[in-house]
């Protein structure tokens, strides 16, 4: 456990000993946004603390500050215990850390409301973090929360799951009126790992519900989907439906890396890519690379 925190905090100090080079405007009218998934915190040592947990998340938080995304989306399990008082007010004051004028999309996962959510434990996430469904704006992105976990345990929140329902139809509805640049949905749950016709498993949305889900959002245009939950990365592609799911900022699985994705939205797309901790940039380059000269032909 030391070794890997003092591990980590040379990594931090090494970090922030670098330059940072401004690229707040591209060429194209580009910006950037940064997916955190799943700080969990407490899963690294299964509750007994969360030192390990906290010190990712830490030199995460100083990242974001550094790179000065658009806006962070942090894709559920925030806490590893839900409801743990504990853990919930270190991620508080850590997530704290980001700089004021970067928004914080904060995400519902299994671990924050219970695998099979209750209207109690979901209106509990209400009053700590605030709403489990929600839709925000930039530059021309629209981006859409949701619950995943309602969608795929919903045995105890069926009026929450058809509410929920309803108003994403609606949400749609009106973000396709503006004709922005993408409409964009962010969730804990991957809809898919592989393929669109996969069979349930734990880390997917049940097949039953995945195929009505994906219809609507293949009708309103929706391209790209951002997930967590399990922990290592996984991107498979419905026809022009991209589901991405992103490895972890705490303890990954499988024997993948902690890391954060960045995406770099653009009129007529959006590029991404996960780095590992151990490999942040100092900066994110927005301008694209001027296309190659042709090699002269003798």
């Known amino acids: 456990m030391k070794k890997h925190f003092f591990a980590l905090a040379s990594l931090m100090l090494a970090f922030v000993a670098l330059p940072v080079r401004s690229l707040a405007a591209a060429a194209d009218g580009a910006f950037f946004f940064i997916q955190l998934s799943d700080p969990q915190l407490g899963m690294f040592t299964d509750n007994?603390?969360?030192?390990?947990?906290?010190?990712?998340?830490?030199?995460?938080?100083?990242?974001?500050?550094?790179?000065?995304?658009?806006?962070?989306?942090?894709?559920?399990?925030?806490?590893?215990?839900?409801?743990?008082?504990?853990?919930?007010?270190?991620?508080?004051?850590?997530?704290?850390?980001?700089?004021?004028?970067?928004?914080v999309y904060n995400i519902a996962g299994n671990h924050?409301?219970?695998?099979?959510?209750?209207?109690?434990?979901?209106?509990?996430?209400?009053?700590?973090f605030g709403p489990d469904r929600y839709t925000f704006r930039h530059d021309g992105l629209v981006g859409?929360?949701?619950?995943?976990?309602?969608?795929?345990?919903?045995?105890e929140t069926p009026e929450q799951l058809a509410g929920q329902?309803?108003?994403?139809?609606?949400?749609?509805?009106?973000?396709?009126?503006?004709?922005?640049?993408?409409?964009?949905?962010?969730?804990?749950?991957?809809?898919?790992?592989?393929?669109?016709?996969?069979?349930?498993?734990?880390?997917?949305?049940?097949?039953?519900r995945?195929?009505?889900?994906?219809?609507?959002?293949?009708?309103?245009?929706?391209?790209?989907?951002?997930c967590g939950h399990y922990h290592r990365n996984a991107e498979a592609r419905d026809g022009e439906i991209e589901n991405v799911t992103s490895g972890p900022v705490g303890?990954?699985?499988?024997?993948?890396?902690?890391?954060?994705?960045?995406?770099?939205v653009r009129h007529d797309r959006i590029e991404h890519r996960y780095i590992e901790l151990s490999e942040l940039p100092t900066h994110i380059e927005l301008n694209p690379a001027p296309p190659k000269k042709a090699a002269a032909k003798k």
């Open 112 to 128: 924050d409301i219970e695998n099979v959510p209750t209207p109690g434990t979901v209106a509990a996430y209400n009053r700590i």
């Open 48 to 103: 007994r603390d969360f030192v390990q947990d906290a010190a990712n998340f830490e030199f995460t938080v100083t990242a974001v500050n550094r790179l000065k995304p658009a806006f962070v989306v942090i894709t559920g399990d925030l806490v590893n215990k839900p409801g743990d008082p504990a853990q919930i007010a270190e991620y508080r004051r850590i997530v704290a850390k980001i700089d004021r004028s970067i928004p």
């Open 251 to 264: 303890k990954p699985l499988g024997g993948a890396k902690s890391g954060i994705r960045v995406a770099i």
């Open 165 to 208: 329902e309803r108003w994403l139809r609606a949400e749609l509805t009106k973000a396709r009126a503006e004709n922005p640049r993408h409409i964009v949905v962010f969730q804990h749950h991957p809809w898919f790992i592989k393929s669109a016709g996969e069979p349930d498993q734990y880390f997917n949305i049940p097949l039953a």
């Open 210 to 226: 995945r195929a009505a889900y994906l219809a609507l959002f293949r009708q309103f245009g929706v391209r790209y989907l951002f």
């Open 144 to 155: 859409i929360v949701l619950n995943s976990t309602v969608i795929h345990s919903p045995q």
